[in-house]
């Protein structure tokens, strides 16, 4: 009997050490690409790193490892719902296999319970430690980085403490609960209390910008595949850069050539500001407007030609490496890309849509869930492996969608250019925003995985009508942006057809005789403005490649 205790209690501590080992591997290798891509962005100037004195080096050196830590933790966040779908399917496929024998339930439960727990240490401690320590000088008369240690510490625990007070308040004003001192003091009652506040404000979030990445991916993905010859002529763009490029090398031989600090006389065609002024020492703010290219003087004009054709020809050589694409890449892959992302949001709104008639109907729970959940007893999909892998591809989509949407902010950090601030603040928005998946997906009942720890006992799950209104607002919205998306090329030459016509006849009721000359007026000044609007777009898209 003694023996099988023994056998028990060591089977029990090796099962716990492989687990730590298996969490330390994965937190390893999260914490090296979060690291990466914080080194790809941050900011490499005598301003935000290098300096002579030496606590601050130290103290930028901390408060980035915590921002890479939080990180780290979103993106274990992120990965929680499809890495536990798939290993619940691959434990029913080989159940017996002895290279699966590490992955069960006590591993995916405990790395939804790391995450729940790095993602509350995260939010509420290491991040704003990062941001205050960061921005903090050190009490007078401690000097040194300890001065600047405990006045961090001083001024976190004062903002505890305001937030625990503001927890309380909240509480006690949704529970309707006048809860004692006790309870105030009861740290371990609040701090899941306003995490799950935090989740809440990040899945309304996400239903802000998920149907609205649904409409950017459409664009994105035609930004990076090169589009069928029907759709857009590469020759005639190649053909337009190099006309440019020539003129504009021109036009600076001859800058040089005379010593003229300007263009005389000026071109016959419009000069818009948002085409011909770049970003540098061709741009001139007067009156709060762009002054356009070819007006400028003296050695502005120099270099704002010069700076132009830098980008012409950055553009024309883009155009021309597109050119040598093989038709079966133009004519097959970018159309089974749009049909791959249309299939994809379909499917993702005919789900939303029947989650929303089972809990009207009753037969579908809320997505709150108490109960321990064991891997591999049966796949949760009714088509079997192919059903979960297709729920996993969905929720990485539903991810893809949103942060494709956050990325409309104009908030994304620039390569080399992003300051220490601005990378706590996204730190901070990107694990608001992946703690809150798990919680958007299961909400929209795109699984039947349950939300296992604490994930799963957030109280605002429970609430029918909040839950029902969720779904129904996102279904709405997504098929709304999808409408519009698909519309608006018609809805727009409808309107102009309309208004075309409305000033045709407005003029041919003032006058009748001169409708033949103004109608040709008209038409001629419609093919000018289409013209410039073909423009347009094509600058557009070049800007967002």
């Given at each position: 009997?003694?023996?099988?205790?023994?056998?028990?209690?060591?089977?029990?501590?090796?099962?716990?050490?492989?687990?730590?080992?298996?969490?330390?591997?994965?937190?390893?290798?999260?914490?090296?690409?979060?690291?990466?891509?914080?080194?790809?962005?941050?900011?490499?100037?005598?301003?935000?790193?290098?300096?002579?004195?030496?606590?601050?080096?130290?103290?930028?050196?901390?408060?980035l490892?915590?921002?890479?830590?939080?990180?780290?933790?979103?993106?274990?966040?992120?990965?929680?719902?499809?890495?536990?779908?798939?290993?619940?399917?691959?434990?029913?496929?080989?159940?017996?296999?002895?290279?699966?024998?590490?992955?069960?339930?006590?591993?995916?439960?405990?790395?939804?319970?790391?995450?729940?727990?790095?993602?509350?240490?995260s939010?509420?401690?290491?991040?704003?430690?990062?941001?205050?320590?960061?921005?903090?000088?050190?009490?007078?008369?401690?000097?040194?980085?300890?001065?600047?240690?405990?006045?961090?510490?001083?001024?976190?625990?004062?903002?505890?403490?305001?937030?625990?007070?503001?927890?309380?308040?909240?509480?006690?004003?949704?529970?309707?609960?006048?809860?004692?001192?006790?309870?105030?003091?009861?740290?371990?009652?609040?701090?899941?209390?306003?995490?799950?506040?935090?989740?809440?404000?990040?899945?309304?979030?996400?239903?802000?910008?998920?149907?609205?990445?649904?409409?950017?991916?459409?664009g994105?993905?035609?930004?990076?595949l090169?589009?069928?010859?029907?759709?857009?002529?590469?020759?005639?763009?190649?053909y337009?850069?190099?006309?440019?490029?020539?003129?504009?090398r021109r036009?600076?031989?001859?800058?040089?050539?005379?010593?003229?600090?300007?263009?005389?006389?000026?071109?016959?065609?419009?000069?818009?500001?948002?085409?011909?002024?770049?970003?540098?020492?061709?741009?001139?703010?007067?009156?709060?407007?762009?002054?356009?290219?070819?007006?400028?003087?003296?050695?502005?004009?120099?270099?704002?030609?010069?700076?132009?054709?830098?980008?012409?020809?950055?553009?024309?050589?883009?155009?021309?490496?597109?050119?040598?694409?093989?038709?079966?890449?133009?004519?097959?892959?970018?159309?089974?890309?749009?049909?791959?992302?249309?299939?994809?949001t379909?499917?993702?709104?005919?789900?939303?849509?029947?989650?929303?008639?089972?809990?009207?109907?009753?037969?579908?729970?809320?997505?709150?869930?108490?109960?321990?959940?064991?891997?591999?007893?049966?796949?949760?999909?009714?088509?079997?492996?192919a059903?979960?892998?297709?729920?996993?591809?969905?929720i990485?989509?539903?991810h893809?969608?949103?942060l494709?949407?956050?990325?409309?902010?104009?908030?994304?950090?620039?390569?080399?250019?992003?300051?220490?601030?601005?990378?706590?603040?996204?730190?901070?928005?990107?694990?608001a925003?992946?703690?809150?998946?798990?919680?958007l997906?299961?909400i929209?009942?795109?699984?039947?995985?349950?939300?296992?720890?604490?994930f799963?006992?957030?109280?605002?799950?429970?609430?029918?009508?909040l839950?029902?209104?969720?779904?129904?607002?996102?279904?709405?919205?997504?098929?709304?942006?999808?409408v519009s998306?698909?519309?608006?090329?018609?809805?727009?030459?409808?309107?102009?057809?309309?208004?075309?016509?409305?000033?045709?006849?407005?003029?041919?009721?003032?006058?009748?005789?001169?409708?033949?000359?103004?109608?040709?007026?008209?038409?001629?000044?419609?093919?000018?403005?289409?013209?410039?609007?073909?423009?347009?777009?094509?600058?557009?898209?070049?800007?967002?490649?």
């Amino acid at each position: 009997m003694d023996d099988e205790e023994t056998d028990l209690r060591e089977q029990i501590f090796h099962n716990n050490v492989r687990e730590q080992i298996i969490f330390l591997l994965l937190f390893i290798l999260l914490y090296l690409f979060s690291f990466m891509l914080i080194e790809k962005f941050r900011r490499r100037d005598s301003e935000d790193f290098f300096t002579a004195d030496e606590d601050e080096v130290k103290v930028y050196r901390i408060s980035l490892w915590l921002c890479t830590f939080a990180l780290a933790v979103s993106l274990g966040s992120a990965l929680l719902l499809p890495v536990s779908i798939v290993s619940n399917e691959v434990l029913i496929l080989y159940p017996n296999s002895y290279y699966v024998k590490w992955l069960n339930s006590s591993l995916i439960q405990g790395l939804w319970n790391h995450v729940f727990l790095f993602s509350n240490l995260s939010l509420f401690v290491f991040l704003p430690f990062a941001y205050l320590f960061s921005e903090s000088s050190g009490f007078p008369g401690c000097r040194g980085l300890r001065g600047r240690v405990y006045e961090t510490f001083i001024v976190l625990a004062l903002l505890g403490v305001a937030m625990l007070g503001l927890a309380y308040v909240i509480s006690a004003w949704v529970e309707g609960d006048r809860s004692s001192i006790d309870a105030l003091l009861n740290l371990w009652t609040y701090l899941p209390f306003l995490y799950s506040c935090v989740s809440f404000v990040g899945v309304l979030m996400l239903l802000v910008f998920t149907p609205l990445g649904f409409v950017r991916l459409f664009g994105v993905v035609s930004a990076v595949l090169v589009k069928p010859q029907f759709l857009r002529d590469l020759n005639e763009e190649y053909y337009v850069y190099s006309f440019e490029e020539d003129t504009l090398r021109r036009r600076i031989n001859n800058s040089l050539a005379t010593g003229a600090g300007y263009i005389s006389p000026e071109p016959m065609y419009p000069d818009r500001g948002d085409v011909s002024a770049p970003v540098g020492p061709a741009v001139s703010k007067v009156s709060g407007k762009e002054t356009p290219l070819l007006r400028l003087r003296n050695g502005a004009l120099q270099a704002g030609l010069n700076e132009r054709l830098a980008r012409v020809v950055t553009l024309r050589k883009e155009v021309e490496s597109q050119r040598k694409t093989s038709p079966l890449q133009r004519n097959v892959v970018y159309p089974l890309a749009m049909l791959l992302l249309l299939a994809l949001t379909t499917i993702t709104v005919l789900m939303v849509l029947q989650n929303t008639l089972e809990l009207l109907i009753g037969i579908k729970a809320l997505p709150l869930s108490t109960r321990q959940f064991t891997l591999g007893i049966a796949s949760l999909s009714k088509l079997g492996w192919a059903g979960a892998a297709l729920e996993a591809v969905l929720i990485l989509y539903l991810h893809a969608a949103s942060l494709t949407g956050l990325a409309a902010l104009r908030v994304l950090p620039r390569a080399r250019r992003t300051p220490l601030a601005r990378i706590i603040a996204l730190c901070a928005l990107l694990l608001a925003h992946s703690t809150a998946q798990p919680l958007l997906v299961k909400i929209l009942g795109i699984t039947n995985f349950d939300l296992l720890g604490e994930f799963g006992r957030i109280e605002w799950l429970g609430n029918f009508r909040l839950v029902l209104l969720y779904n129904a607002i996102f279904a709405a919205t997504v098929t709304l942006c999808l409408v519009s998306k698909f519309t608006a090329s018609v809805r727009r030459e409808l309107y102009n057809r309309f208004k075309w016509m409305t000033d045709v006849f407005t003029i041919s009721e003032d006058n009748p005789k001169n409708i033949t000359p103004i109608a040709n007026r008209v038409s001629a000044e419609r093919t000018v403005m289409d013209k410039v609007d073909q423009s347009e777009e094509v600058t557009e898209h070049l800007k967002s490649d």
